[in-house]
């Protein structure tokens, strides 16, 4: 009797570890399979537009304190020589760079150089030819914080280099394409849905700074971006 009891406890164990073992993989199976990333190859264009009045701290030297005045505008055109390669993993953009902007930045403007020395003020007009440059290699990071939401920033272009002739203020120096937009809306269920091949979006930003003492003036700027995206096969 008792080695039948120990049998039928045997029988009891593997049943209930067999039911266990099916359990487990009717689990796996019902678990949904994760999505397949989808790629495609992005392409930039924008513009960019500032104008501002600045006038920039004074110095003093023998006895007279002088400071440089800066009226400009300022007018970029950039765009992406070539795609960049992205993926989207569950709605959300994988941290990537477009690493191809090119652009042009046309620029105009006169400088004014105050001088105060004693009771004697002048102020010396100092015209600006209107200028066009021009630079590559600049590099934009995109990433997402959240589903359905494309981040930019930052932005680089070492190529472009200060203009003295009207002076770009500081602020337009560490922007050189204007204010950023805030995170481009893009819809999860449009990204997953492999039917629409091309997507275009259109973001916008602008800003005005006011500068305090020992500064003074006003800045204006404005961006405007667009994206493409061109669905490409895994």
Do not use: Y
Not at 8 to 21: C, D, P, Q, V
Not at 125 to 153: D, E, M, N, Y
Not at 185 to 211: M, Q, W
Request: charged residues 20%; aromatic residues 4%; proline residues 9%.
């Amino acid at each position: 009797m008792r080695r039948a009891a120990r049998r039928l406890g045997r029988l009891e164990r593997n049943a209930s570890l067999l039911a266990f073992i099916a359990a487990a993989c009717f689990g796996a199976a019902a678990a949904p399979a994760a999505p397949a990333p989808a790629l495609f190859e992005l392409s930039v264009t924008g513009t960019a537009h500032a104008q501002w009045d600045h006038t920039d701290a004074p110095t003093t030297a023998d006895g007279c304190e002088r400071s440089l005045r800066s009226r400009g505008t300022r007018d970029v055109r950039f765009r992406s020589s070539r795609p960049a390669v992205v993926r989207f993993v569950g709605g959300r953009l994988s941290p990537a760079d477009v690493r191809s902007l090119t652009g042009t930045v046309t620029l105009s403007g006169p400088n004014t150089l105050n001088e105060t020395c004693g009771a004697t003020e002048t102020h010396t007009p100092q015209p600006c030819a209107k200028t066009r440059r021009s630079f590559t290699g600049g590099t934009v990071h995109l990433s997402s914080t959240k589903p359905g939401a494309i981040t930019l920033g930052p932005l680089r272009i070492a190529s472009l280099h200060r203009s003295g002739c009207p002076r770009e203020p500081d602020d337009v120096v560490r922007a050189p394409l204007g204010p950023l937009p805030v995170p481009v809306r893009i819809p999860p269920a449009t990204v997953a849905n492999a039917k629409i091949i091309r997507i275009t979006l259109t973001a916008s930003a602008s800003r005005r700074t006011t500068f305090g003492q020992p500064e003074a003036g006003k800045l204006d700027e404005r961006a405007a971006w667009t994206f493409t995206l061109l669905r490409q096969r895994p």
